[in-house]
């Protein structure tokens, strides 16, 4: 996906392609979801479940439904 190289911050890529490819391979929407959201805790063990639910959903949004490549809302990391 073009849109995965223009995403500056290492967790929101790693989220991002991560799914993309579990969804690829057969994976559920809902353990692609869940993998992501454990994959970004471990990023961020500071952030809270909801927090990290929250983030990855709307990076799934914006990159893989909407395919927008503007930026998102998210940590500071980079």
Request: proline fraction near 4%; charged fraction near 25%; charge should be negative.
């Amino acid at each position: 996906m073009p849109q995965e190289s223009q995403i500056g911050r290492r967790c929101e890529r790693a989220v991002v392609t991560a799914y993309s490819e579990l969804r690829l391979v057969g994976t559920d929407d809902m353990s692609a979801f869940q993998a992501c959201t454990a994959l970004y805790r471990i990023h961020h063990p500071e952030a809270s479940l909801s927090e990290a639910r929250r983030l990855v959903a709307e990076w799934i949004d914006h990159h893989l439904v909407r395919h927008e490549s503007g930026p998102t809302d998210g940590c500071l990391c980079e």
